[in-house]
């Protein structure tokens, strides 16, 4: 606990694990939990699938757990 999965466009590989380090540092200190106790999974969608995958397939069917919405509190 806890797992973080993260869905983006494509990001070269230096970028991706950047902002997984940051990522852990910052949830595990908020969430008051070891970095080891975090998991975080990306998976790339190409921009011109992401209406239909993420949106349409991810956002909108969980819009009620949805904490950041397009930058926006959704809370």
């Known amino acids: 606990m806890p797992y973080i999965a993260i869905k983006s466009f494509p990001r070269d590989d230096k970028i991706k694990r950047e902002a997984v380090k940051k990522i ?3 949830f595990s200190e908020a969430w ?3 970095k080891e106790a975090v998991t975080i999974s990306v998976e790339e969608v ?3 699938e992401w209406e239909e995958k993420v949106v349409k397939g991810e956002i909108e069917p969980k819009i009620d757990k949805v904490m950041i919405l397009s930058g926006k509190e959704n809370f």
Do not use: H, K, L, Q
């Open 24 to 26: 852990t540092e910052i």
């Open 46 to 48: 190409a921009p011109d």
């Open 32 to 34: 008051g939990c070891p």
